[in-house]
């Protein structure tokens, strides 16, 4: 089970702020954590299908500490089980013994939810930290089912009941 906050997210929250992004591609999340700590998740389109990925970049903005990568095929986008008051989706990147999960979300219970997203650490299956977007100018938050969508245009399919995207059909 995978641990994600239940904090909104639905829509880009700043337009203007999709110029500030570093992604090559189609940004995800990019914003700022606090303690001058930028986090930003970004989605490379593969040219064949079966091709993406997914990069996470997290530090000081411009200057990151901390750069990973993460193939549409290593099967790390995890898809909304569709259960609970939240709908998110994530990413989660791996990097000796630690995992940073990348998500985004929107608690569906709000008449006007404000989109949230940020990155839960865990060490194995310890959890270590939740850090959560700020707001403001420059926060770019992608709408829900962005991840959904480049999986999908890459030619996976998602397996509801083994709740992971797979290339090789999903019954």
Do not use: K
Not at 19 to 35: H, M, W
């Amino acid at each position: 089970m995978h641990s994600f906050p239940c904090l909104p997210a639905l829509a880009l929250l700043a337009l203007s702020g999709a110029a500030l992004a570093d992604c090559r591609d189609e940004t995800l999340i990019s914003c700022d954590i606090g303690d001058g700590r930028h986090l930003e998740v970004c989605i490379e389109r593969g040219n064949s299908p079966g091709e993406g990925a997914f990069t996470y970049a997290f530090g000081p903005r411009g200057r990151p500490e901390l750069t990973l990568r993460e193939e549409f095929a290593a099967g790390t986008a995890i898809p909304w089980s569709g259960v609970g008051r939240a709908i998110w989706e994530g990413v989660a990147f791996r990097s000796g013994g630690h995992v940073y999960e990348a998500w985004h979300s929107v608690d569906r219970l709000q008449e006007d939810p404000l989109p949230e997203a940020g990155v839960t650490i865990l060490r194995g299956e310890s959890f270590l930290a939740s850090l959560s977007c700020g707001g403001g100018p420059g926060t770019v938050i992608a709408p829900l089912f962005t991840i959904h969508d480049a999986m999908t245009a890459a030619g996976f399919c998602r397996d509801l009941a083994r709740h992971e995207w797979r290339r090789d059909g999903c019954g």
